[in-house]
């Protein structure tokens, strides 16, 4: 099964380059940010780039499947590979081998519920986190620094042996996490390739790269964010049907469409919406497009005011009916 890049950052110098190369990278640019690339054809995509336009200048900066980061940097026709290093700010003048692909369980022995309470409230994704189980597997990605030390300061009072150690994520900044009883060691990573330009990219501060032009008939990649419990109901009918998410979301929208497009104002839209969508419950899927329907929700979202995923929303409500209505797959 091939491990897909979770992120990518590409400064590729946009303001430097002139007209005809400044067009390609628009389009570079789309195929490059795509969440389909895994770390190998992400690097052969970019040297087959480099080779063809030997004036374009890029450093990009990739996480792959095993939340490893790497940094690319193509020049005069090359591209150069480092993996990033990272170590725990209390400890920059050793090398650490960071546990990044493991996870940690703990068994708590007292404290059991406001400890998972503290658990679920400084979760990003608090359903990821099974809280009937005896042994829990800890979350890895917190909404804040302050939750994430809290909540581990916690399980730390509660726990009678130690716990494999392991790499949590607030955003962009990552905490080397270490457990014993009655002590926790949250110690942020710092960079030490690269420090400065690696902080730039995970921040996202490079010059905007303009999206090109959307072809009819060609497929585009579009990032959505749903509510779990949604996002599960598309999942459940698209193995039902033995369709892609993709198709039952534009099903959804081809359904809904018109009534959407009749809608005067966003608040006629939102009274479409689910009102059982936790605010904060939203999950990101990678879903697929033609151009011509991408730019038709666009459009709607931008004279609605409001986000694409807002007008998905509300087509996947205003189409269940006759979404549920589907004959299955398999009778």
Request: charged share 25%; with cysteine.
């Amino acid at each position: 099964m091939p491990y897909y890049v979770q992120r990518a950052s590409i400064d590729w110098h946009y303001d430097e380059h002139d007209a005809e190369l400044s067009s390609m990278v628009a389009l570079a640019n789309q195929r490059l940010s795509s969440s389909a690339h895994t770390a190998e054809t992400f690097e052969q995509s970019l040297r087959e780039l480099a080779s063809q336009h030997t004036s374009l200048r890029c450093d990009a900066l990739i996480e792959d499947g095993f939340r490893v980061y790497r940094l690319f940097r193509a020049a005069q026709g090359d591209v150069s590979h480092i993996e990033v290093e990272q170590r725990p700010e209390d400890a920059l003048g050793s090398p650490s081998d960071l546990p990044l692909d493991d996870m940690a369980e703990v068994r708590l022995q007292s404290n059991r519920g406001p400890i998972l309470a503290a658990l679920l409230d400084a979760a990003a994704y608090p359903e990821d986190l099974d809280a009937e189980e005896e042994s829990i597997q800890l979350p890895i990605q917190f909404k804040d620094v302050a939750g994430l030390r809290s909540a581990m300061t916690a399980v730390a009072g509660a726990i009678n042996a130690p716990a494999d150690a392991f790499v949590a994520e607030v955003e962009t900044s990552r905490f080397l996490v270490e457990l014993r009883p009655g002590h926790a060691r949250v110690a942020q990573l710092v960079p030490v390739t690269e420090p400065e330009l690696v902080a730039r990219l995970l921040s996202g501060q490079v010059a905007p790269v303009p999206q090109s032009p959307l072809s009819d008939n060609s497929k585009y990649e579009q990032s959505v964010y749903l509510p779990e419990g949604v996002l599960s109901n598309v999942r459940d009918h698209a193995a039902r049907t033995d369709r892609s998410l993709s198709y039952m979301v534009q099903y959804a929208y081809k359904l809904a469409r018109q009534r959407i497009l009749d809608c005067p104002s966003s608040a006629a839209l939102l009274d479409v919406l689910p009102g059982d969508a936790p605010a904060l419950d939203k999950r990101k899927q990678t879903l697929y497009f033609s151009g011509a329907m991408l730019k038709e929700l666009r459009s709607e979202a931008q004279r609605l005011d409001v986000s694409l995923s807002r007008v998905l929303l509300a087509a996947w409500a205003l189409a269940r009916a006759e979404i549920e209505a589907l004959p299955s797959a398999d009778p």
